[in-house]
């Protein structure tokens, strides 16, 4: 083996070496994670209102994320902190969020963040076209809309 073979050698040994490492790290840092019981709700799903929202729905055990793109309005990108109210196929949950205006809006405002942590409540129906239902209540505006495409779920 001449002194390049030998050099890839031990680049590879070391390169194992590394990978073997982080494996180990990342088994001890779950193992180190609290452990908390799940069962909260999920709200998930993605679509299109009547109103030409665009929505996007990732809530995992009372927490996660909703995304709202009102064309030519404002984009609505929020945390959510707490569900509410969950039942009958319903859900309602709280949060924090940012609001960037789009070019053009009707605000006569210039494009870009309007307001950065935001409160917000919002309120869903599971269901699909016709059935499904978002409504997003950000800044004193109403935002409601039926799902036309897509579809909402609720569970949990």
Do not use: W, Y
């Not at 990108?77 to 509410?84: D, L, N, Q």
């Not at 960037?100 to 917000?120: I, K, W």
């Amino acid at each position: 083996m001449g002194v390049a073979g030998a050099f890839r050698c031990r680049q590879r040994v070391a390169l194992e070496g590394v990978l073997s490492l982080g494996v180990v790290l990342s088994l001890f840092a779950v193992a180190a994670a609290p452990v908390s019981a799940s069962g909260g709700p999920n709200i998930t799903g993605g679509g299109m209102t009547d109103t030409m929202t665009r929505f996007a729905l990732a809530i995992h055990d009372g927490t996660g994320h909703f995304e709202c793109l009102m064309p030519g309005l404002m984009t609505v990108e929020a945390t959510v902190i707490k569900v509410t109210a969950i039942g009958g196929g319903t859900a309602s949950f709280t949060g924090v969020a940012t609001v960037t205006l789009a070019h053009n809006n009707p605000f006569g405002m210039p494009a870009g963040p309007m307001a950065v942590g935001a409160d917000f409540t919002a309120s869903v129906a599971a269901g699909g076209p016709g059935v499904g239902h978002e409504d997003l209540k950000i800044l004193g505006m109403d935002f409601p809309g039926t799902v036309v495409h897509g579809r909402i779920s609720i569970g949990t």
